[in-house]
């Protein structure tokens, strides 16, 4: 079926803001992961959920990131109160079906903080 | 914790030339698996090989391959006859077998082609 889909693509807040992203994954797929990336690095782990389950929270960087996923399909990773800090782009990937271990990534949401 | 390290932050290739990208990391564990994942400019994140850890014979993918070396803890992308769409920076990546199911990422390495 389709990939996986994140949205929106871009967003610019303004610091003190709360935003929300949102990622829909392969259809049928029973994990998810959140990673965050910054200019010039490699992804970092955030948050995982297999079904609607949060199984791994270890990466969320502060009590300000929430993320969801309440019938097991969409996800939305929320940041409240944003800072310059939180700038970065926010990958989701998916996996499931015959090889479990590979994960497949959204195109990411673009995060900039003024 | 697992740490995966890329050495080399930018490398460059002439067209229809072999170019290695070079990987290390660190585990305690035995089982597991390596990734090389590729990132073109519009940022979606392509898986290109992945190694199973239990497996003594080295991935490959058409032009991609992999020298896969446990005792070391290397695992090197050799990329043959470079093309223009091989652009792109690439990332080396690990996932326990069991257990976590996130990716360690390294901080990648920035492939250029020459034409």
């Known amino acids: 079926g389709a990939g996986v889909s994140q949205s929106p693509r871009y967003k610019v807040a303004k610091r003190g803001q709360d935003v929300a992203l949102r990622c829909d994954p392969i259809?049928?797929?029973?994990?998810l992961f959140w990673y965050q990336q910054a200019l010039g690095q490699g992804p970092e782990f955030l948050t995982y959920?297999?079904?609607?389950?949060?199984?791994?929270k270890s990466g969320l960087p502060s009590d300000r990131f929430f993320a969801e996923r309440p019938e097991g399909s969409v996800s939305t990773l929320k940041i409240q109160r944003t800072q310059q800090e939180d700038s970065a782009v926010y990958l989701c990937?998916?996996?499931?079906?015959?090889?479990?271990?590979?994960?497949?990534f959204g195109p990411g949401t673009r995060l900039l903080v003024l | 914790a697992q740490t995966v390290t890329q050495s080399q932050p930018e490398m460059s290739v002439q067209e229809a030339e072999t170019v290695t990208l070079s990987c290390t990391y660190d585990?305690?564990?035995?089982?597991?698996?390596l990734f090389w994942y590729k990132q073109p400019p519009s940022r979606q994140m392509i898986l290109v090989i992945r190694?199973?850890?239990?497996?003594?014979q080295n991935a490959t993918e058409n032009r991609f391959s992999v020298n896969f070396q446990k005792a070391a803890k290397s695992f090197s992308l050799k990329i043959s006859d470079s093309q223009l769409g091989d652009a792109a920076m690439y990332f080396c990546?690990?996932?326990?077998?069991?257990?976590?199911?996130?990716?360690?990422f390294g901080q990648g390495t920035r492939l250029t082609i020459n034409p």
């Open positions: 259809s049928g797929h029973v994990s």
């Open positions: 585990t305690s564990e035995s089982d597991y698996y």
């Open positions: 990937a998916s996996s499931n079906g015959e090889n479990q271990e590979t994960q497949y």
């Open positions: 990546a690990y996932r326990d077998y069991q257990g976590a199911q996130k990716l360690v």
């Open positions: 959920f297999q079904n609607e389950a949060q199984l791994d």
């Open positions: 190694q199973e850890a239990y497996k003594q």
